[in-house]
């Protein structure tokens, strides 16, 4: 069956530091990967997605690439700021069915001033 | 452009107790799907509703059920409430002609079963 794998948390950075939080899946077929936020009290946002091998989702600095050879999509982003402090979830959807994602179990990120 | 609407935003019940949590689809979404998380965890699917119908249900117990309006609107119930119940329920809609793959997300309703 499909499966998400993330990075344990939480991961504490300093404000402009660089960001990685690593994502890897196991699915049958060419699924659809994506990126989502939670923060605090709230429900998900979709952070970013793509659907195809090598494409790269981006958005408010964030991106992460489709790796079919290393079924990765990690995710990144060059400075990050005490706003960007929350939980971030890699999931994946199975385009031959239902749509139906498959998440991970989140990452948690804590960026200190 | 209304994104995804959940009420009540907290909720707390006894054990025992019935619930009921409601949620309006983005405009233009025709399937909505629950989601339970639990502190700390991934959102688990309990079940999906299109045209009326559950369309797809996760590992949950018959203790939870729904139904969607032909709005496109659902409700989430959920029968002799647990202590394990208490998380955060989560809809999302999403649409299905045209094979869109992207679920959004409502904020969720905070359950707590004491």
């Known amino acids: 069956g499909n499966s998400v794998t993330q990075m344990e948390g939480p991961v504490t950075l300093s404000e402009e530091a660089f960001l990685t939080i690593n994502c890897t899946y196991t699915a049958t077929g060419y699924p659809s990967l994506f990126w989502y936020v939670q923060y605090p009290g709230e429900g998900l946002q979709l952070l970013l997605k793509?659907?195809?091998?090598?494409d790269k989702g981006s958005n408010k600095g964030f991106e992460a690439t489709y790796r079919k050879e290393t079924t990765s999509f990690h995710l990144e982003k060059g400075s990050v700021q005490v706003s960007d402090s929350a939980v971030y979830f890699c999931?994946?959807?199975?385009?031959?069915?239902?749509?139906?994602?498959?998440f991970g179990r989140g990452t948690s990120l804590i960026v200190h001033p | 452009d209304a994104g995804v609407t959940q009420s009540p935003t907290h909720l707390i019940k006894t054990r025992g107790q019935q619930v009921t949590l409601r949620c309006s689809p983005k405009?233009?979404?025709?399937?909505v799907s629950w989601y339970q998380q639990a502190l700390g965890q991934g959102p688990q699917f309990i079940f999906q509703?299109?045209?009326?119908?559950?369309?797809q249900r996760g590992n949950f117990p018959d203790r939870f059920s729904g139904h969607q309006f032909p709005n496109y609107s659902s409700e989430l119930n959920v029968n002799a409430l647990l202590l394990g119940d208490s998380a955060l329920y989560l809809c999302a809609s999403q649409r299905t002609s045209g094979n869109t793959d992207t679920q959004y997300f409502g904020p969720g309703t905070r359950l707590t079963v004491l």
């Open positions: 405009s233009g979404h025709d399937t």
């Open positions: 509703y299109y045209e009326e119908e559950e369309r």
């Open positions: 999931a994946l959807s199975d385009r031959g069915g239902s749509y139906i994602p498959t």
């Open positions: 793509a659907t195809k091998a090598d």
